[in-house]
């Protein structure tokens, strides 16, 4: 069969929700051995374009073709398994029933893969035990196209691991909807973007789409200003959040590495310092000091032996499977739980804020603005100082107009966001996060990211997100499972990378027991960096300079009103230029920050 030739298109299509389409005109073209991801703004239509593709949903106009005998199978956010005896039950019944009893060893074969709980009654399952459930459904009847919307929710890291390595392997067209950045940037080579009723599409991988989208973006400004027409309010306020939110990543980052070296500082003083001092004594700067806690619910072992000095400023987050006790670390650290052994203190003047992943219920009846002025006014107070309710709405992706819509009929991404807002305008100087990225779109995602670099307080973030604690947190507390808790100083990436390595290292070394007597081998020293290493670390800041010179000059020349009227091929050169200068310099940045994390891990 010929991979890239369609075995599913629709063409001028169009569907209408309330005042206004989510699409028009739209064009879809699904291909064997394509892996598409499909994105957008919360709202935009990518969940009910999904179900037009399913079947499950009829589109007000549109020309279907696909091809005689494909399979489509598709796995909803919600994932519906009420009515099942057990998890085995609900993965069997993704095959046909005159088929079930024949192939039942495919539903064995996804068990095993994905560490299923197969007897487990649905009803009383946990959310990431039900998501690889439905998960397997959709997979068991050997798919032609297979429809997976927020795939990873609920799913904790290994298990995602495990998802993009099947489907790094699955041979049909597959299509997916995620808010997890690093899964989108692993599994998809084709991007489909849903914005504003258009559908856009492109053949590569997520790892490109805030680039392009930002191109787009600066595109539709440019022929704003060249035509002189007006364009919805919506997408001049969107492209340029959308545009200083990219503009101030790489401050971000810079920012982070430095929290992550400062942590590195506190862990090498803390060791010489006398934990055991009188809870009176405890200094402002310490939040929370933890010394030898355990805890263990009958013959299982949650935390053994583990001490940590949280400082103020510290953004921690907690990772491990599901199941092995992050949330039981957080509930003891914030005071909620007490340890079997050791102790936990506390500062005397915390102020808590607590995001539990079950969502705080909001008012369903009280409108945007009255939930965030709950007392009334046209103000709020964020870190102590007042801001109108309208601009604060703005910073969360609400427009004024919204200030009086009940939260009945807002989307469960404004909902989400809505929540955010009023729990990060809360004065508080510890911000508890509890799976904070559990069904938040992308857009309120980088909002969240953005909060948290500015925030002064300290934090403890438990998620799965691996994209999302790359770009918050200062160090990571790993729990294996066993008990133990280690603490990295590093991005999840790395750290994920180097247990993975550690693990592939112990294998061997089991069978070659009798080469201990020469331990200092097995473990290499740590490279110091080359002499082109130290060069490079000399002159990339006046490289970085000399490029951000270029980009001002570059970006002042198109914004001459009759630059493109004069010259339309030197425009399109200029800004090509443009372009190929910004990621020229996101490169050096980044390289800049890798040679000169390794440069402070060496001294």
Same mark, same amino acid.
């Given at each position: ?48 374009l999904m179900k037009v593709v399913a079947g499950l949903q009829e589109a007000d106009k549109a020309e279907i073709f696909m091809q005689p005998g494909t399979v ?81 929710? &609920? ?23 995620? &808010? ?177 992943? &079950? ?205 493109y009227a004069r010259s339309p091929s030197e425009f399109q050169q200029t800004a090509g230029d443009l372009e190929a200068t910004k990621q020229l310099l996101d ?17």
């Open positions: 069969m010929d991979f890239d030739a369609p075995i599913y298109t629709i063409t001028d299509a169009y569907l209408q929700f309330g005042a206004r389409p989510l699409f028009s005109g739209l064009e879809l073209y699904l291909a064997k051995g394509k892996r598409y991801c499909l994105v957008g703004r919360n709202g935009s239509g990518k969940s009910t489509v199978s598709y796995m909803a956010q919600e994932d519906g398994l009420s009515g099942f005896a057990s998890l085995r039950s609900v993965i069997l019944s993704g095959l046909p029933a005159e088929r079930r009893q024949t192939e039942e060893y495919k539903a064995d074969i996804l068990i095993e893969k994905f560490h299923i709980a197969a007897d487990a009654d649905p009803k009383t399952a946990s959310g990431g035990e039900r998501k690889k459930a439905a998960l397997a459904r959709a997979l068991i009847n050997d798919p032609d196209i297979l429809l997976l919307d927020e795939p990873t929710n &609920h799913m904790d890291i290994a298990a995602i691991e495990q998802l993009e390595e099947t489907l790094g392997s699955f041979s049909g067209a597959l299509v997916v909807i995620s &808010h997890d950045k690093t899964f989108l940037k692993r599994v998809s080579d084709n991007i489909i973007w849903l914005d504003r009723g258009i559908v856009r599409t492109l053949n590569k991988g997520f790892d490109v789409f805030e680039d392009w989208q930002e191109r787009v973006y600066e595109q539709e400004e440019i022929e704003r200003h060249r035509l002189n027409k007006k364009i919805e309010a919506e997408t001049e306020w969107l492209h340029k959040g959308v545009t200083a939110r990219r503009k101030r990543n790489q401050g971000r980052l810079h920012k982070l590495y430095d929290l992550r070296n400062e942590r590195r500082e506190q862990i090498k003083k803390n060791g010489s310092v006398d934990l055991n001092i009188d809870q009176g004594e405890i200094k402002t700067n310490l939040i929370i000091e933890a010394k030898n806690i355990s805890k263990a619910f009958g013959d299982r072992t949650i935390v053994s032996g583990f001490s940590l000095r949280l400082m103020r400023g510290n953004k921690i987050g907690i990772v491990g499977a599901n199941g092995v006790g992050k949330t039981t670390l957080l509930r003891m650290l914030t005071g909620r739980l007490e340890p079997d052994t050791g102790f936990v203190r506390r500062t005397r003047n915390l102020q808590e804020v607590y995001f539990d992943q &079950h969502r705080l219920a909001l008012d369903p009846q009280s409108t945007v603005k009255e939930t965030l002025c709950p007392d009334g006014g046209d103000h709020i107070f964020v870190g102590g100082e007042p801001k109108h309710v309208y601009s604060y709405m703005k910073d969360f992706l609400f427009e004024p107009m919204q200030a009086n819509t009940p939260v009945s009929v807002l989307s469960g991404g404004e909902k989400n966001r809505l929540l955010l807002a009023r729990e990060l305008a809360k004065p508080s100087n510890f911000l508890v996060l509890d799976e904070p990225t559990n069904d938040l779109d992308m857009d309120t995602l980088d909002l969240l990211q953005e909060a948290l670099a500015n925030y002064k307080g300290t934090a403890l973030i438990v998620s799965h997100d691996r994209d999302f604690l790359d770009n918050t947190a200062t160090s990571l507390l790993y729990m294996a499972g066993d008990g133990s808790v280690v603490e990295y100083v590093d991005s999840c990436t790395n750290m994920l990378a180097k247990i993975k390595e550690k693990k592939e290292k112990a294998k061997p070394a089991v069978k070659t027991v009798e080469k201990k007597e020469r331990p200092e081998r097995s473990v290499p020293a740590q490279p110091r960096l080359s002499y082109k290493e130290k060069r490079l670390l000399e002159l990339l800041p006046d490289e970085i300079a000399a490029l951000e010179q270029k980009i001002k000059t570059l970006e002042a020349k198109l914004s001459e009103p009759d630059f490169e050096k940045e980044t390289k800049w920050l890798e040679l000169n994390l390794r440069a402070e891990e060496l001294t």
